[in-house]
């Protein structure tokens, strides 16, 4: 049996706990805010699990077993933090994302259909697409409830007896040594170090001091009473229109969601949680080419957060002496939560190494 130490409570942080008390590790806790921290990426309504990951077959293969990492969460939580409302890849032109997607798919054999763009406006009445354009519709996939999953997952580490030390911030890391010094000079150490931090990775870590950190801000919004049923029961909506937009259905007592990669900046969580209230109209204004009664839909309320993403667009699971760090987790690693703590854990326990570890969680 080791000792695991973890920074930072989200996803990540809380998944590998899990999978290393699992296997029989002693755990202490380190997160700078409360357990859980409202201002974590990972703390949202909803986060959406896709298969649709245009041509990375690595990811898109990767879906698969976090389906299975996830089956094993609701077990051991005895509860299902999922609604599987399917998701819909719009595709606007020839090669794009969607495009893309569906040969992957076909070649690795994703369950699927194929829907011309009046068979998508029949599943989907709201959408108001262009000439030409046709969705992808796979079956498994929608939203897990964040908030819901990581404040259980929270619990269950906590009633299995991880040691839990929340506002302690790590100031430090020896990487070599696993060590880890916290602000009042106390210094934790671990057999393995896990650092999970988030966008607050580069002020923890000198080697990662310049990588780079966004803002993203998505808008809560209610739809025309209209179209309120076809958003309750229809599948999440990827790729819709330029800058990746995407919405997440209004399931299980959740709110309808946009999130637009054109509405990402470059920022840290330094500069704070709140937002313009002009902003929501920006965020739905990326969707309104593509929605009937465009200009009935309202903004609601925005979420602010932060993670790291670099030019790759790749997980980087990196390990040094006794430290392992997990980063550029982008707008993506929600879904990939569980499975990514099971493959830390499995590597401190030997069962693969550091550099296979990399390489699988940058999706080669
Ligand atoms: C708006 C938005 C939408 C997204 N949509 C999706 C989606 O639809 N699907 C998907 O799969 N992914 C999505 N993502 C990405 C996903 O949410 C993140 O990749 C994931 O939650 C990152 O988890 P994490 O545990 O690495 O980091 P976080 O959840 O940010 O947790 C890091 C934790 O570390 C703590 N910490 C940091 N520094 C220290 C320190 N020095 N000492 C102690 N504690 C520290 C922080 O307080 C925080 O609690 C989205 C992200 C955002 C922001």
């Known amino acids: ?56 077959e690595g990811y898109t293969r990767m879906v698969g077993d976090a389906f299975d ?28 994302y969607t495009a893309r997607s569906l040969s992957t798919f076909r070649k690795l054999g994703i369950q699927h259909e194929v829907l011309d763009r009046e068979a998508v406006e029949r599943t989907c009445p709201q959408l108001n697409l262009p000439e030409g354009s046709w969705g992808l519709l796979a079956p498994a996939g929608g939203a897990l409830f964040a908030s819901r999953i990581v404040d259980d997952l929270a619990r269950w580490v906590t009633a299995r007896g991880i040691e839990n030390r929340v506002h302690s911030k790590a100031m430090r890391v020896d990487p070599a040594r696993g060590e880890v010094v916290l602000e009042d000079g106390a210094i934790v150490s671990g057999d393995l170090v896990v650092v999970a931090a988030g966008a607050w990775l580069p002020e923890l870590l000198p080697d990662y001091a310049g990588i780079p950190t966004f803002r993203q801000a998505v808008c809560y919004v209610e739809p025309p009473e209209e179209y309120l049923d076809a958003w309750c029961n229809g599948p999440c909506l990827t790729d819709l229109g330029p800058g990746d937009n995407y919405a997440i259905s209004p399931t299980q ?28 109209h920006e965020v739905i204004r990326h969707f309104s080419p593509f929605l009937r009664q465009a200009d009935q839909y309202k903004p609601v309320r925005m979420q602010v957060g932060y993670y790291v993403m670099d030019a790759s667009g790749r997980f980087r699971v990196e390990a040094q002496g006794r430290t392992v760090v997990v980063t550029n987790c982008d707008g993506q690693m929600f879904k990939f939560g569980p499975l990514i703590g099971a493959r830390v854990i499995e590597s401190f326990d030997g069962k693969q190494s550091a550099a296979d570890l990399n390489r699988w969680a940058a999706g080669y």
């Open 253 to 280: 007592g959740t709110g309808l969601k946009f999130g637009s990669g054109n509405h990402r900046k470059r920022g840290r969580p330094s500069d704070g949680f709140r937002a313009q209230p002009s902003e929501g």
């Open 1 to 56: 049996m080791g000792h695991v130490v973890v920074v930072g409570a989200g996803i990540v942080g809380l998944s590998v706990c899990r999978a290393a008390l699992l296997n029989g590790h002693a755990v202490t806790l380190l997160e700078q805010g409360t357990i859980s921290n409202p201002s974590a990426a990972s703390y949202d309504q909803h986060r959406m699990i896709r298969y649709q990951y245009g041509d990375a």
């Open 69 to 96: 990492a996830w089956d094993r969460l609701w077990d051991d939580l005895g509860v299902r933090h999922f609604s599987n409302t399917g998701t819909m890849g719009i595709s606007l032109a020839a090669e794009d």
